[in-house]
């Protein structure tokens, strides 16, 4: 939310050893966000671990 570019720096291989497997998933969320501006806000999220898949929601709202 704060920081993309710093997550940029990171290889997939960093993310699957981070989240697993589907880890590098975070790749789609840092192209979401390189599309919003820097005043983007973060109003909602929401992560549920329902067996062995989690699922996470992350809503963004940019400024008016």
Same mark, same amino acid.
């Given at each position: 939310?704060? #920081?993309? %570019?710093? =997550? ?5 291989? #960093?993310? /699957? +050893?981070? %989240? %697993?497997?589907?880890? !590098?998933?975070? &790749?789609?969320?840092? !192209?979401? +966000? %390189?599309a ?6 973060? /109003?909602?999220?929401?992560?549920? =671990?329902?067996?062995?898949? !989690?699922?996470? &929601?992350? =809503?963004? !709202?940019?400024?008016?």
């Amino acid at each position: 939310e704060r #920081d993309p %570019g710093t =997550l940029t720096k990171m290889t997939h291989a #960093d993310y /699957i +050893r981070l %989240g %697993g497997t589907e880890g !590098a998933e975070e &790749v789609m969320w840092l !192209a979401m +966000r %390189g599309a919003l501006s820097e005043k983007t806000k973060k /109003i909602h999220q929401n992560f549920y =671990l329902p067996m062995t898949a !989690a699922m996470a &929601v992350a =809503l963004f !709202a940019e400024p008016a």
